[in-house]
């Protein structure tokens, strides 16, 4: 098979690209999946300095298959994020959707191809014949038209585990221990989570990003699963420790979900700094709404070195979703008094 070399000549024709926001500050977003691309889709109407970091612990879905089949990273969380920051014209739209697309056979039956996305599939393909997980990320970018750049927490898979409480038939509780991903998104109120192997290496693109932002902005997304990975990486929680950046947490709408079931607004804060007790926040963005006891979240915060942030950022639907703008909104305030 080839090897692609040298620089990138991969650009869209002319008269493909849409207006670029002023630079604006030079920003990192990390998290995962559909959280991560609501952050995304925000700060791409803020600045043209945007790194995403996302977490590589998938084993569910297209991701899985792909993972357990070619030892490669889950592509899936990377895949939606460079969609969300796809240049905003036909071109970069057009590739937005082939890149989402996903396969499934006509007439009901059965393919080898049914679940995949293709942008799964074209990313995985640049990695075989780069040989190299940034980039190929960089390469798929750029056919997107993509307004920063993608990068991986780690170039290894990562596995994700913790420990639930099961009730015992006599009375009383034992810890059994939930592996994955996908089984941990929906375990309910996870203990002791790890990321496995425990000695690997942070991606050194992300650190270097990390290090010279001015903003890191970490979730909203799945509390345990696409949140906290980050901090349970020693190399990238050192890295958000030591960066001079300011940091700003964005909290779910939806607190109490199979992943966290039972958990206030405070449980989340809480369980943050449970497990990285030297991490700490400059702001702690949320909606009103999401939020039960306010006096009990403020304590919470203000245990992180936190000031509570509160904003109408939700979608005006019954969904829990943010809405770009209004969180766009809500950054540009927050980047503006920092």
């Known amino acids: ?114 679940h995949h996305a293709m942008g799964n599939l074209l990313i995985v393909t640049l990695w075989e014949l780069l040989g190299d997980a940034v980039a190929g990320l960089k390469w798929a970018g750029a056919l997107l038209g993509a307004r920063g750049q993608v990068l991986p927490m780690s170039t290894q898979p990562l596995n994700i585990e913790g420990d639930v409480r099961v009730p015992l038939s006599g009375g009383g509780y034992e810890l059994q221990t939930v592996k994955g991903q996908a089984k941990c998104a929906v375990a309910g109120s996870l203990e002791n989570v790890r990321l496995s192997p425990e000695d690997a290496r942070a991606c050194i693109e992300a650190l270097t990003a990390i290090e010279f932002a001015d903003w890191v902005v970490l979730g909203p997304g799945s509390w345990y699963t696409s949140v906290l990975p980050h901090l349970l990486l020693p190399e990238m929680r050192q890295a958000l420790c030591d960066t001079p950046a300011k940091r700003c947490l964005t909290m779910n709408l939806a607190m109490d979900t199979k992943e966290t079931s039972g958990m206030s607004a405070a449980d989340h804060l809480d369980a943050l700094r449970h497990y990285a007790p030297e991490f700490s926040v400059d702001v702690v963005l949320a909606d009103p709404s999401s939020i039960s006891d306010l006096k009990e979240f403020e304590r919470a915060a203000g245990m992180i070195g936190a000031e509570v942030v509160l904003g109408k950022v939700g979608a005006s639907s019954r969904r829990p979703v943010h809405d770009p703008l209004r969180l766009a909104s809500a950054y540009h305030d927050i980047f503006g008094n920092s």
């Not at 080839?2 to 008269?15: A, D, E, F, Q, S």
């Not at 612990?57 to 796809?86: F, I, K, N, T, W």
């Open 1 to 114: 098979m080839g090897v692609l070399t040298g620089p990138l000549p991969l650009v869209p024709p002319k008269g493909t690209t849409g207006s670029q926001p002023a630079k604006g500050p030079t920003v990192v977003a990390l998290g995962g999946g559909h959280g991560l691309s609501a952050s995304l889709s925000a700060l791409r109407l803020l600045t043209s300095e945007l790194t995403a970091i996302v977490t590589v612990a998938d084993d569910g879905g297209s991701s899985g298959r792909l993972r357990e089949e070619y030892g490669v990273l889950p592509p899936g969380d990377l895949r939606m994020a460079l969609s969300a920051l796809c240049d905003d014209t036909d071109w970069g739209r057009t590739w937005r959707d082939v890149m989402q697309h996903r396969f499934k056979t006509p007439g009901g039956g059965e393919g080898s191809l049914d």
